[in-house]
């Protein structure tokens, strides 16, 4: 969706809202006026619905990834209003990021012990890897942060294959490659889980 997908009532709406709720949350750091980045109507989650994408720029969190000023998203209308680094991701990926937060949120999931990483894990993911890029060895894995969802467990590896690294999503979780180990694990599990979520959405329409 785009701008012309709002009314222009709509969009200074919203635009209100995603200033209102910085505001909020930042105080003196929230930004003054924001960028439309995308609208998108649908229902990946329960109570999601139509929902506008905004850009602004602000300090990021002191992750040890991205110093300084840099660009933010923020999410807001049918929707629990959030906002977060780009982390060099466009309006789209964004907004999975978003729906993968939000379901993160929702189910309680959190990061526990890599001791906890289920038997059997590996051989299934190096069972993936092997039928994603066949021929092709893994050079190197380790498990990079490993999560729990109700009893099941949500692990990001960090492989590499070639000259190429990824984090790759295994144990209970759908498995999934994303080049984004410049970022932190939890980063990549909430972009692809968001993908994910929003994939069986549109199949059950």
């Known amino acids: 969706m785009n701008a012309a997908d709002f009314s222009d009532q709509e969009l200074r709406s919203a635009e209100a809202q995603a200033v209102a709720y910085l505001k909020e949350q930042l105080g003196e750091r929230a930004p ?10 649908e229902r990946p989650l329960e109570g999601e619905g139509r929902a506008a994408l905004f850009s602004f720029e602000a300090e990021a969190a002191d992750d040890g990834c991205q110093p300084g000023p840099l660009k933010h998203y923020v999410t807001v209308g049918r929707t629990q209003p959030n906002y977060f680094p780009a982390y060099e991701m466009g309006g789209d990926d964004a907004y999975s990021f978003h729906v993968g937060t939000r379901f993160m949120l929702e189910m309680a999931i959190q990061r526990v012990d890599d001791a906890r990483e289920p038997p059997g894990a590996r051989d299934a993911l190096r069972r993936f890897v092997a039928g994603y890029a066949p021929g092709v060895a893994i050079e190197d894995e380790r498990l990079a942060a490993l999560f729990r969802c109700d009893e099941a467990y949500f692990a990001v590896y960090r492989v590499r294959l070639g000259a190429e690294e990824y984090y790759c999503m295994g144990a209970d979780c759908p498995p999934g490659f994303h080049r984004l180990t410049r970022f932190p694990p939890q980063m990549a599990l909430r972009l692809h889980l968001g993908k994910v979520i929003r994939a069986e959405a549109r199949q059950e329409d």
């Open 32 to 41: 003054d006026y924001v960028r439309f980045e995308g609208a998108f109507d």
